[in-house]
């Protein structure tokens, strides 16, 4: 954590100006240009808020490689300040373990847990005051931190928090870093330098060194670039005149020129800079340790090559002078620095990385300590880097045990696909095949490419095949292969082909003791079956999964398990399960775990009846899915589920549009029809019937295509009916009531009936009349004192009190709305409360509103579904005359059409 003060900076003020209007607006700035343009120097120059908590990171390419480096820079402080953001204990742990300021973790530490954790430490920071990173050499920020700062920078939204970064972009091309600033961010590229504010710099560093009459050409060479100017400037004081005719140093000499400034080191000098360029963290105390001698210091700095800070820490002047130095070394003096590195510094990481520089002979001892090392860098949360590690483990495996390199190079590209490094992970994945002698290696290699082929499975078959012929005898192989022969015949939509290869999968994950395997082959089949045969599989392999090590495995076991209880009206052990299964994902730690359990807690709490809690898991859900996920169509909809039966509706209205949105995008059609369907939920509780039918027809008909059948699964059937009849459409009403009724009885989902019943008594009530709806439904309520799902009740009350109100029995219709409402306040369904009494106050609504009676009594029919003309026929009008009274009660009442209408008397808005 730092504070800055303004500097004088020569010619560039306007861009100063720039740069600090851009930060004043509220945007982030990325100054970019070529090495020495100067991009540094304009950061320190600026004048930064000095009301923000500034915090530093400075890259270099020698660090490149050291995970989450650039986030020690940024943090490191703030966690022992005075009073830090507290973090969940997950969280912290994760970001203590990236940060090396804990011990690495005994299980693999999620490396979205870190991303989280900054994204979250930011957002505590930014609660006090405004937070503003200041990022120099972001080409050199090492791959975690720079994937931790682009996951910060797409999330941060609202949250007050800036980005100054500078990028090294070579002549011709653009910046490549603006990823790593909270966007809106604006791109600065650094121009050149004119002649006139190259001849001032070179005056104030050499006074009349650097002759006038040299001035121009000392500018030309240097393509205004300041650095490069003043280098130039130096190498003229230090020579002396040179020749008119003779060429002056340009930028690609520069190299030269350092080389000539450091050969005037002394021997001892040379060592401890080489030893300072190779380090992460050069200091005199590492450099020492190291074996150079410390003392050769002093002839860098007073060359002014390295400074050295109180607190021991050596830098480089300039980080274009570190690299030169690691560039212009020869091999083996690199080797050697990197070797004496290795003998000191104790992160298993860094030392691996300088064994590996140190030595590029083939050897066991060395691959193997790469190997521990790329493993200790995934339990850090950086796959990435453990990905670079098993390459070089297996690029140092000896060359007559090529089945040990197969496999190191199969980790590498499982690091690499855990990294979301998909190119690398398939040419890994292809090399450890190519060279794998062994059967094991090869069918993991050839099922990881399967993996990485994503959704377009149509090229997959042959590697499947060639998996299965070395799978042979193998028992555990074979429950691998076996299962995804499943998946791929049930994503080709061959149920009877999927249901044969997960009995083979069981099969031999019993034989091979595959517990874990075998569990997700038990959920895999009681998701096809389906039905009471299914949630029995499903709560087996979830009540096994409850005695296994918590893993991505057993937690969909688990919640799958919960799921098919709540289906089948198990709501109580529903509950059970789900509750406990958060409370343990959520002690680990595991992010995306946590996502998938949330995503099922918020349907299971709402149709539970405990619907506040549903609403905060749904948004705790949608939260972790925008943090985490590309795609969060899924937490969409399951927190527009969750307002609609706790929120409020404009809330549902919003997330079901989101939702649809993305899931069209995706094209994910198994999550489409849940959008489709609480679209058209949210469109029937508005009063827009038309509307919601649009949407529900597409989610009937993707139903039936997909022959995703269960009712239980999504509850929306019952209001898709009502939705038919209230837009006219009777006859199909009546078809998808007797179909979804059908599937229910065979199925055994009891828990739908109700609400089908419901649906029923609107049908009735419209193709015959209201009282007759009534004495359907009454009978139904009277037989039904209590329902898994209370909200189902609630809402059968509520029916029954609106068609005892159309049938005029007023007393009645106040009786049953009062239940309803007494049963909604009890669970919190604040949507369907408000609905509810709006209907209490319409019960002499009509009459307040100074409706004629015809006016009234056009207006029950509309709301009963009734056509123009059986409107006409019902109160011995003409057609023209019912029309003539639609159109004043549209023109009265600010309404555009029939399903508008139907809650034109509404006093009390629905959200």
């Given at each position: 954590?730092?504070?800055s003060?303004?500097?004088?900076?020569v010619?560039?003020?306007?861009?100063?100006?720039?740069?600090?209007?851009?930060?004043?607006?509220?945007?982030s700035?990325?100054l970019?240009?070529p090495?020495?343009?100067?991009?540094?120097?304009v950061?320190d120059?600026l004048t930064?808020?000095?009301?923000?908590?500034?915090?530093?990171?400075?890259?270099?390419?020698?660090?490149?490689?050291?995970?989450?480096l650039?986030?020690?820079?940024?943090?490191?402080?703030?966690?022992?300040?005075?009073?830090?953001?507290?973090?969940?204990?997950?969280?912290?742990?994760?970001?203590d373990g990236?940060l090396l300021?804990?011990?690495v973790?005994?299980?693999?530490?999620?490396?979205l847990a870190?991303?989280?954790?900054?994204?979250?430490l930011?957002?505590?920071?930014?609660?006090?005051?405004?937070?503003?990173?200041?990022?120099?050499?972001?080409?050199?920020?090492?791959?975690?931190?720079?994937?931790?700062?682009?996951?910060?920078?797409?999330?941060?939204?609202t949250v007050?928090?800036q980005?100054?970064?500078?990028e090294?972009?070579?002549q011709?091309?653009?910046?490549?870093?603006?990823?790593?600033?909270p966007?809106?961010?604006?791109e600065?590229a650094?121009?050149?330098?004119?002649?006139?504010?190259?001849s001032?710099?070179?005056?104030?560093r050499?006074?009349?060194?650097?002759?006038?009459?040299?001035?121009?050409?000392?500018?030309?060479a240097?393509?205004?670039?300041?650095?490069?100017a003043?280098?130039?400037?130096r190498?003229?004081?230090?020579?002396?005149?040179?020749?008119?005719?003779g060429?002056?140093?340009?930028?690609?000499?520069?190299?030269?020129?350092?080389?000539?400034?450091?050969?005037?080191?002394?021997?001892?000098g040379?060592s401890?800079?080489?030893i300072?360029?190779?380090a992460?963290?050069p200091?005199?105390?590492?450099?020492?340790?190291?074996?150079?001698?410390p003392?050769?210091?002093?002839?860098?700095i007073?060359?002014?090559?390295?400074?050295?800070?109180?607190?021991?820490?050596?830098?480089?002047?300039?980080?274009?002078?570190?690299?030169?130095?690691?560039?212009?070394?020869?091999?083996?003096?690199?080797?050697?620095?990197?070797?004496r590195?290795a003998d000191?510094v104790?992160?298993p990481?860094?030392?691996?990385?300088?064994?590996?520089?140190?030595?590029?002979?083939?050897?066991?001892?060395?691959?193997?300590?790469?190997?521990?090392?790329?493993?200790?860098?995934?339990?850090?949360?950086?796959?990435?880097?453990?990905?670079?590690?098993?390459?070089?483990?297996?690029?140092?495996?000896?060359?007559?045990?090529p089945?040990?390199?197969?496999?190191?190079?199969?980790?590498?590209?499982?690091?690499?696909?855990h990294?979301?490094?998909?190119e690398?992970?398939h040419?890994y994945?292809?090399?450890?095949?190519?060279?794998?002698a062994d059967?094991?290696?090869?069918?993991?290699?050839?099922?990881?490419?399967?993996?990485?082929?994503?959704?377009?499975?149509?090229?997959?078959?042959?590697?499947?095949?060639?998996a299965?012929?070395?799978?042979?005898?193998?028992p555990?192989?074979?429950?691998?292969?076996?299962?995804y022969?499943?998946?791929?015949?049930w994503?080709?939509?061959?149920r009877?082909?999927?249901?044969?290869e997960l009995?083979?999968a069981?099969?031999?994950a019993?034989e091979?003791?595959?517990a874990?395997?075998?569990?997700?082959?038990l959920?895999?089949?009681?998701t096809i079956?389906?039905?009471?045969?299914?949630?029995?599989?499903?709560?087996?392999?979830?009540?096994m999964?409850?005695?296994?090590?918590?893993?991505?495995?057993?937690?969909?076991?688990?919640?799958?398990?919960?799921?098919?209880?709540?289906?089948?009206?198990q709501?109580?052990?529903?509950?059970?399960?789900i509750d406990?299964?958060?409370?343990?994902?959520?002690?680990?730690?595991?992010?995306?775990?946590?996502?998938?359990v949330?995503?099922y807690?918020?349907?299971?709490?709402?149709?539970?009846?405990r619907?506040?809690?549903?609403v905060a898991?749904?948004?705790?859900?949608?939260?972790?899915?925008l943090?985490?996920?590309?795609?969060?169509?899924p937490?969409?909809?399951?927190?527009?589920?969750?307002?609609?039966?706790g929120?409020?509706?404009?809330a549902?209205?919003d997330l079901?549009?989101?939702?649809?949105?993305?899931?069209?995008?995706?094209?994910d059609?198994d999550?489409?029809r849940g959008?489709?369907?609480?679209?058209?939920?949210v469109?029937?509780?508005?009063?827009?019937?038309v509307?919601?039918?649009?949407?529900?027809?597409?989610?009937?008909?993707?139903?039936q295509?997909?022959?995703?059948?269960d009712?239980?699964?999504?509850?929306?059937?019952?209001?898709?009916?009502?939705a038919l009849v209230?837009?006219?459409?009777?006859?199909?009403?009546?078809?998808?009531?007797?179909d979804?009724r059908?599937?229910?009885?065979?199925?055994?989902?009891?828990v739908?009936?109700?609400?089908l019943?419901?649906a029923?008594?609107?049908?009735?009530?419209?193709?015959?009349?209201?009282?007759?709806?009534v004495a359907?439904?009454?009978a139904?309520v009277?037989?039904?004192?209590?329902h898994?799902?209370p909200?189902?009740l609630?809402?059968?009350?509520?029916?029954?009190g609106?068609?005892e109100?159309?049938?005029?029995?007023?007393?009645?219709?106040r009786?049953a709305?009062?239940?309803?409402?007494?049963?909604?306040?009890?669970i919190?369904?604040?949507?369907w409360?408000a609905?509810?009494?709006?209907?209490?106050?319409?019960?002499?609504?009509?009459?307040?509103a100074?409706l004629?009676?015809t006016?009234?009594?056009?207006v029950?029919?509309?709301r009963a579904?009734?056509?123009?003309?059986?409107?006409?026929?019902?109160?011995?009008?003409?057609?023209?005359?019912?029309?003539?009274?639609?159109?004043?009660?549209?023109?009265?009442l600010g309404?555009?059409?029939?399903?508008?209408?139907?809650?034109?008397l509404d006093?009390?808005?629905?959200?």
């Amino acid at each position: 954590m730092v504070t800055s003060r303004p500097v004088t900076l020569v010619g560039r003020g306007e861009l100063l100006a720039q740069a600090g209007a851009e930060l004043a607006a509220g945007r982030s700035v990325l100054l970019w240009g070529p090495a020495g343009i100067g991009k540094s120097t304009v950061i320190d120059a600026l004048t930064l808020p000095p009301t923000s908590l500034v915090l530093r990171a400075a890259a270099a390419e020698a660090e490149a490689d050291l995970p989450y480096l650039a986030l020690v820079d940024l943090f490191d402080g703030v966690l022992d300040g005075p009073k830090p953001p507290p973090l969940p204990p997950h969280l912290r742990a994760a970001l203590d373990g990236a940060l090396l300021r804990s011990a690495v973790p005994a299980t693999p530490q999620d490396q979205l847990a870190v991303r989280l954790a900054v994204l979250e430490l930011l957002r505590g920071l930014a609660v006090e005051r405004p937070v503003l990173l200041v990022l120099d050499d972001t080409q050199w920020i090492d791959e975690p931190s720079a994937g931790v700062l682009r996951f910060v920078a797409r999330r941060l939204g609202t949250v007050p928090v800036q980005v100054v970064a500078a990028e090294r972009v070579a002549q011709g091309e653009s910046p490549a870093r603006a990823d790593l600033c909270p966007p809106p961010c604006a791109e600065l590229a650094v121009p050149p330098l004119t002649s006139a504010d190259v001849s001032d710099i070179l005056r104030d560093r050499f006074g009349a060194g650097v002759p006038r009459h040299r001035l121009h050409r000392v500018y030309t060479a240097s393509g205004g670039n300041p650095m490069f100017a003043v280098e130039l400037g130096r190498s003229l004081q230090e020579r002396g005149e040179v020749s008119p005719t003779g060429p002056l140093p340009v930028p690609d000499r520069l190299r030269s020129l350092l080389a000539e400034r450091l050969a005037r080191l002394s021997t001892a000098g040379r060592s401890p800079l080489l030893i300072a360029a190779a380090a992460a963290r050069p200091s005199r105390d590492l450099i020492e340790r190291s074996g150079a001698d410390p003392d050769g210091l002093a002839d860098a700095i007073e060359a002014g090559v390295v400074t050295a800070a109180l607190d021991g820490a050596v830098r480089f002047t300039h980080p274009l002078l570190r690299e030169m130095v690691y560039a212009d070394a020869r091999t083996e003096e690199l080797r050697w620095a990197h070797g004496r590195l290795a003998d000191v510094v104790s992160d298993p990481v860094e030392r691996a990385r300088h064994l590996a520089a140190a030595s590029s002979t083939p050897d066991e001892a060395l691959a193997r300590t790469l190997a521990d090392a790329a493993a200790t860098a995934k339990l850090r949360g950086a796959p990435d880097a453990a990905a670079d590690l098993a390459a070089l483990a297996a690029d140092r495996t000896p060359r007559d045990t090529p089945d040990v390199a197969a496999v190191r190079r199969l980790h590498a590209a499982q690091y690499a696909y855990h990294a979301g490094a998909e190119e690398e992970a398939h040419r890994y994945a292809s090399a450890a095949l190519r060279d794998a002698a062994d059967r094991r290696t090869r069918v993991n290699a050839r099922l990881l490419l399967i993996d990485l082929a994503g959704q377009d499975q149509s090229g997959i078959a042959p590697l499947l095949d060639a998996a299965y012929g070395d799978a042979v005898d193998e028992p555990d192989l074979l429950a691998n292969v076996h299962l995804y022969r499943a998946q791929k015949a049930w994503y080709d939509a061959d149920r009877e082909t999927a249901m044969a290869e997960l009995k083979r999968a069981a099969e031999s994950a019993t034989e091979s003791a595959a517990a874990e395997r075998l569990v997700e082959v038990l959920s895999w089949q009681g998701t096809i079956l389906g039905g009471p045969a299914g949630d029995e599989l499903a709560v087996r392999a979830g009540d096994m999964a409850h005695d296994l090590p918590l893993s991505e495995e057993t937690v969909d076991a688990r919640h799958m398990a919960a799921l098919r209880q709540l289906f089948a009206g198990q709501v109580v052990d529903a509950e059970r399960r789900i509750d406990a299964l958060r409370d343990a994902v959520e002690r680990t730690g595991t992010v995306r775990e946590l996502m998938r359990v949330l995503l099922y807690a918020a349907n299971i709490l709402a149709r539970a009846g405990r619907c506040a809690d549903a609403v905060a898991a749904g948004h705790a859900c949608l939260r972790l899915y925008l943090d985490v996920a590309p795609t969060p169509g899924p937490a969409l909809i399951a927190a527009a589920t969750a307002e609609m039966y706790g929120g409020s509706v404009s809330a549902a209205a919003d997330l079901a549009e989101r939702a649809l949105a993305e899931s069209l995008s995706a094209g994910d059609e198994d999550w489409l029809r849940g959008a489709y369907a609480i679209g058209g939920q949210v469109h029937q509780m508005r009063g827009d019937s038309v509307a919601a039918v649009e949407l529900m027809r597409q989610c009937y008909d993707l139903e039936q295509r997909l022959s995703r059948t269960d009712p239980s699964v999504l509850l929306w059937h019952a209001d898709f009916v009502e939705a038919l009849v209230a837009a006219g459409a009777r006859d199909e009403a009546a078809d998808v009531l007797a179909d979804v009724r059908a599937r229910a009885n065979r199925l055994d989902r009891r828990v739908v009936l109700l609400g089908l019943d419901r649906a029923e008594a609107v049908l009735i009530a419209a193709t015959k009349e209201p009282r007759d709806g009534v004495a359907f439904l009454r009978a139904v309520v009277d037989a039904c004192t209590e329902h898994p799902y209370p909200l189902e009740l609630a809402r059968a009350w509520h029916t029954l009190g609106v068609l005892e109100r159309r049938a005029h029995r007023r007393a009645a219709a106040r009786s049953a709305l009062s239940e309803a409402v007494r049963r909604y306040e009890a669970i919190g369904a604040a949507p369907w409360l408000a609905i509810a009494e709006a209907d209490l106050l319409r019960l002499d609504g009509a009459r307040a509103a100074g409706l004629s009676d015809t006016e009234r009594r056009i207006v029950e029919l509309v709301r009963a579904g009734s056509t123009n003309r059986e409107i006409a026929r019902s109160l011995f009008l003409s057609i023209k005359a019912v029309e003539a009274n639609l159109t004043r009660l549209y023109r009265r009442l600010g309404v555009r059409n029939r399903a508008a209408l139907a809650r034109v008397l509404d006093t009390t808005p629905a959200d």
